[in-house]
């Protein structure tokens, strides 16, 4: 298993140049998540899904949207990318249990720089 | 609403003296914990959870951390670092949410820095 792989790993846009991060899992969970990580502020959730075809906003959806148009894959686009979206951008995917709790599984992360 | 603190931004110390990191976080409900650990230029991976039963939870690298309801914490220690420990080290809290949802809240990490 490859587990949770991004594409790419590195990226520099300018300003206003539109991206989309391809995150995509082997594991059949149900559940999708984008990070972002910045120093000094942890992880942040941008958007997450509970399954396919469904979306839920997180805590800094402003500037970006996702599709979960696959059950194993999450995208992530910035339609006008900003300076300030500039971060090391993690996919992680998890499945409940009967338990309710997720353990998550974490991709290896993408840096992108927006100048 | 659910949320986590991080007491220390950074812990240095000495290679095989014992560390503490401290998390302490708020919830309403009943609620599951982890800690996770990342590696310099690498993804998060689990280190330890806590989701019901002893409160005492270990890991297969020395670590453990301990549940302590009535102090709402969640401190991640080990008796004996090594170098190899170095990383940053992230609390985590998930509890029920909208929909039935379990989405995890982090906290914002502590760097533990180990000195030869």
Known sequence: NAG?????????????QSMTLLCAQDMNHEYMYWYRQDPGMGLRLIHYSVGEGTTAKGEVPDGYNVSRLKKQNFLLGLESAA?????????ASSTPTSGGYNEQF???GTR???L | AQSVTQL?????????APVELRCNY???????LFWYVQYPNQGLQLLLKYLSGSTLVESINGFEAEFNKSQTSFHLRKPSVHISDTAEYFCAVSERGVGGSYIP???RGTSLIVHP
């Open chain 1, 4 to 16: 949770v792989t991004q594409t790419p790993k590195f990226r520099v846009l300018k300003t206003g």
């Open chain 2, 26 to 32: 708020s919830s309403s409900v009943s609620v599951y």
């Open chain 1, 106 to 108: 974490f991709g290896p």
């Open chain 1, 83 to 91: 300076p300030s979206q500039t971060s090391v951008y993690f996919c």
């Open chain 2, 8 to 16: 220390d931004s950074q812990v240095p110390v000495f290679e095989e």
């Open chain 1, 112 to 114: 992108l720089t927006v």
């Open chain 2, 105 to 107: 809240t982090f906290g």
